[in-house]
């Protein structure tokens, strides 16, 4: 009787070698990568100026307590639930295709490719010192929000409700926080306070930024504590950017 021929294994697809827990690891080591070419460019005297500073800003303290208190939320079984029961309000209703088109074109302004883009318009008008802000605030809130999703392991809303109304691709990675939120809200806490536009305009931009979050919920990406705590990390980072990067660099 002959041997039969060792039985191998299927070979994995493509996609499954290039999982979402192989790309993580790699996002995290390119975002570090970016975050120390930034902290070279950085003067040494600016990396200390955030902790000079810190205890005069109590609103700054008053925020990343604020973060805290979300964060440690997640916890909560009601939270969760009143989570879940937003969200479907949001999620579930009937909208006209020209609108979740509109909402998901706009959610992409919340990306990382839209705000180095951003950065690049700035710089070629002129504006060299928000161009660094704005390339340096991105890639250090991206890896600080990569590593909280990691910590955290909140599964996205359509993992864990069967009728997620879903606009576009399915997001990949945890939930918590919102990183196209957090991007919002930092470019416009950064525009904010270098610009220091009038009552209007400042309530104009945090509409803006609002409406940026809201579609995260819309297109089925992300809770509602997950937009929030985005909100929240991103203003804390668009504060501590202008703390660390002096006017004058």
């Given at each position: 009787?002959?041997?039969?021929?060792?039985?191998?294994?299927?070979?994995?697809?493509?996609?499954?070698?290039?999982?979402?827990?192989?790309?993580?690891?790699?996002?995290?080591?390119?975002?570090?990568?970016?975050?120390?070419?930034?902290?070279?460019?950085?003067?040494?005297?600016?990396?200390?100026?955030?902790?000079?500073?810190?205890?005069?800003?109590?609103?700054?303290?008053?925020?990343?307590?604020?973060?805290?208190?979300?964060?440690l939320s997640l916890i909560w079984s009601v939270g969760q639930r009143w989570d879940a029961r937003i969200f479907l309000l949001v999620n579930q209703r009937g909208y006209p295709k020209w609108l979740d088109d509109g909402?998901?074109?706009?959610?992409?302004?919340?990306?990382?490719?839209?705000?180095?883009?951003?950065?690049?318009?700035?710089?070629?008008?002129?504006?060299?010192?928000?161009?660094?802000?704005?390339?340096?605030?991105?890639?250090?809130?991206?890896?600080?929000?990569?590593?909280?999703?990691?910590?955290?392991?909140?599964?996205?809303?359509?993992?864990?409700?069967?009728?997620?109304?879903?606009?576009?691709?399915?997001?990949?990675?945890?939930?918590?926080?919102?990183?196209?939120?957090?991007?919002?809200?930092?470019?416009?806490?950064?525009?904010?306070?270098?610009?220091?536009?009038?009552?209007?305009?400042?309530?104009?931009?945090?509409?803006?930024?609002?409406?940026?979050?809201?579609?995260?919920?819309?297109?089925?990406?992300?809770?509602?504590?997950?937009?929030?705590?985005?909100?929240?990390?991103?203003?804390?980072?668009?504060?501590?950017?202008?703390?660390?990067?002096?006017?004058?660099?």
């Amino acid at each position: 009787m002959k041997n039969s021929p060792p039985e191998t294994a299927p070979a994995l697809p493509r996609t499954a070698l290039w999982s979402a827990r192989r790309r993580r690891p790699a996002f995290l080591v390119l975002l570090l990568a970016g975050l120390a070419l930034a902290l070279v460019w950085l003067p040494g005297e600016a990396r200390s100026a955030l902790w000079i500073t810190l205890n005069a800003q109590l609103g700054l303290v008053g925020l990343i307590f604020l973060f805290a208190l979300l964060t440690l939320s997640l916890i909560w079984s009601v939270g969760q639930r009143w989570d879940a029961r937003i969200f479907l309000l949001v999620n579930q209703r009937g909208y006209p295709k020209w609108l979740d088109d509109g909402m998901w074109l706009f959610t992409q302004l919340g990306n990382m490719l839209a705000a180095l883009s951003a950065a690049l318009l700035f710089f070629l008008l002129g504006y060299r010192y928000l161009a660094v802000e704005i390339i340096f605030g991105t890639l250090t809130l991206w890896l600080l929000v990569e590593t909280i999703k990691v910590l955290a392991e909140r599964d996205r809303p359509f993992l864990t409700l069967e009728q997620t109304r879903i606009i576009g691709w399915r997001e990949k990675g945890d939930s918590f926080p919102s990183g196209h939120t957090a991007q919002f809200f930092f470019m416009t806490m950064l525009l904010i306070l270098r610009f220091h536009p009038g009552v209007v305009t400042s309530l104009a931009l945090f509409t803006v930024a609002g409406l940026g979050g809201f579609t995260r919920i819309y297109v089925g990406a992300h809770y509602p504590r997950d937009v929030v705590g985005g909100a929240v990390l991103g203003s804390i980072w668009g504060i501590l950017v202008v703390l660390v990067i002096p006017v004058g660099l």
